[in-house]
């Protein structure tokens, strides 16, 4: 069966200074999510956006045709309900966190789902994969990390390739529809091996936004997971 692949440019890197262009922009250039890093000065040492920014980009999350983008937020905050709350209010469409970040995951989950979006849990390089073996049934998306959370433009961690197929074995046998999604390092000539591994969807920032031509980077990644 093919697999659908999506791409996910992370806004971490884009120019702040014209955060609405940049979204319209890696949009025309074919993303298919936009990814949204929330980093709160505590759970990571790094300061971003809140969610007044996220719903000032929302009306700028669609296509020229006018077809809306999917909003992916990565939350690395701690606590995480009250936020969580906020950005579904402010637009967001997809929002993960990570389990470590919550005192009680399963209503974290619960809470993001009452209000309409869709739920991701998010795993550090040396974070286990336990948590999956009681609520993968109630989750939509997998998000692995393969840098350690803060910062674009690391290197990708190679044993996140073990990790992505653990999850695609769990995902099989859940029978579920979950997308497994990797962050961080993903390159041109790296996503193919993370796809190979059992990924779907793909995390880039520095990888596009770090290119004065988002398309030729983005119709690259196309091109070697074809
Ligand atoms: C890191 C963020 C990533 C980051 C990826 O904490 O979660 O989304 O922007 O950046 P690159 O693609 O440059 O590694
Ligand atoms: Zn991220």
């Not at 992916?72 to 470590?100: K, N, R, T, W, Y």
């Not at 991701?120 to 073996?133: Q, R």
């Not at 596009?208 to 091109?223: E, L, N, T």
């Amino acid at each position: 069966m093919a697999m659908t692949y999506r791409i996910a440019p992370s806004i971490l890197s884009a120019d702040f200074a014209r955060l609405g262009d940049e979204v319209k922009n890696v949009i025309a250039a074919g993303s298919d999510w936009i990814h949204f890093d929330v980093m709160d000065n505590h759970y990571v040492p790094n300061l971003t956006f809140g969610p007044m920014i996220c719903s000032a980009l929302k009306p700028h999350a669609k296509t020229a045709a006018g077809v809306a983008v999917p909003i992916d937020v990565h939350l690395m905050v701690q606590p995480v309900d009250a936020l969580a709350a906020a950005f579904a209010e402010a637009g967001a469409d997809l929002i993960s966190f990570h389990p470590d970040a919550s005192g009680h995951v399963h209503r974290s989950i619960q809470a993001i789902k009452s209000k309409g979006c869709k739920a991701g849990l998010v795993f550090n390089p040396a974070e286990p994969l336990d948590v999956l073996d009681w609520v993968i049934d109630d989750i939509d998306l997998v998000l692995i990390m393969s840098v350690n959370p803060g910062f674009g433009g690391q290197s990708f961690i190679d044993s996140a390739l073990r990790k992505i197929e653990d999850v695609r074995r769990r995902i099989t046998a859940s029978g579920k529809d979950i997308r497994l999604e990797v962050d961080g390092g993903i390159k041109v000539d790296n996503i193919r091996r993370v796809a190979d591994a059992g990924a779907d969807t793909f995390v880039a920032g520095s990888a596009i936004f770090g290119k004065p031509d988002y398309k030729s980077v983005i119709d690259a990644m196309r091109a070697a997971l074809s």
